[in-house]
């Protein structure tokens, strides 16, 4: 259980374009949904929080108006990249939440396969 | 602000030797403490997670321990095996539930 797909898993798209990025939680339904970056040999960097019906919480440097998010569901969340630009090509990866069971409330985020974009 | 740190940054090793990865955390104010890997060009795979009340997690060859009052997790992969070649990742939410920081990761690589 507890799976996160990404779609697509690969991207290659032009200077100026628009990609939209998927992440579904497959078997559970995501109290929250997390969006990171990722450039090479560098660790995971949060973008934004992202909230079924609400708003998302972007991280401080990071432009809302250049990455749309939208969270339709407690299942979808969608991470779109406007005007992409060659510095913009990185890895994306999604986490969904989920709430564990048990006398202590704690949220466990599982992790999509990634997105690899690549801005020509 | 929560500040990860891990070393080694990369570490090479022959087959079947036992090896420590060191994570250590600014703000020892956690719920838990996560170690995950990765593959080149993949996502993350959740290795284990300790809760701030406990001192240490097991998962077959894996074995991670937590010191919360000193800022520190170490991560012991015993008879390390060619499979086991990833970057390793540690993380600590700030508040449970929210946001992960994570650390920049030990890049192994076990050489058959």
């Known amino acids: 259980g507890a799976v996160v797909s990404q779609h697509p898993s690969r991207v290659i798209c032009k200077s100026g374009t628009s990609v939209k990025i998927e992440c579904r939680s497959l078997?559970?339904?995501?109290?929250?949904m997390f969006w990171y970056r990722q450039f090479p040999k560098q660790s995971l960097m949060l973008m934004a929080t992202?909230?079924?019906?609400?708003?998302?919480?972007?991280e401080q440097g990071v432009e809302k108006d250049k990455f749309l998010i939208n969270h339709a569901s407690l299942t979808l969340s969608t991470l779109t990249v406007t005007s992409a630009h060659p510095e913009d090509s990185s890895f994306y990866i999604c986490?969904?939440?989920?709430?564990?069971?048990?006398?202590?409330?704690?949220?466990?985020?599982?992790f999509g396969p990634g997105t690899r974009l690549l801005v020509l | 602000k929560q500040e990860v740190t891990q070393i080694p940054a990369a570490l090479s090793v022959p087959e079947g030797e036992n090896l420590v990865l060191n994570c250590s955390f600014t703000?020892?104010?956690?719920?838990?403490l996560q170690w995950f890997r990765q593959d080149p060009g993949k996502g993350l795979t959740s290795l284990l997670l300790i809760q701030s009340s406990q001192r240490e997690q097991t998962s077959g060859r894996l074995n991670a321990s937590l010191d919360k009052s000193s800022g520190r997790s170490t991560l012991y992969i015993a008879a390390s095996q060619p499979g086991d070649s990833a970057t390793y990742l540690c993380a600590v939410p700030e508040t449970s539930g929210s946001r992960l920081t994570f650390g920049e990761g030990t890049q192994l690589t076990v050489n058959p």
């Open positions: 078997d559970f339904q995501a109290t929250t």
């Open positions: 703000d020892s104010a956690i719920y838990n």
């Open positions: 992202s909230n079924e019906g609400s708003k998302a919480t972007y």
């Open positions: 986490s969904a939440s989920v709430a564990s069971g048990g006398p202590l409330y704690q949220e466990t985020q599982y």
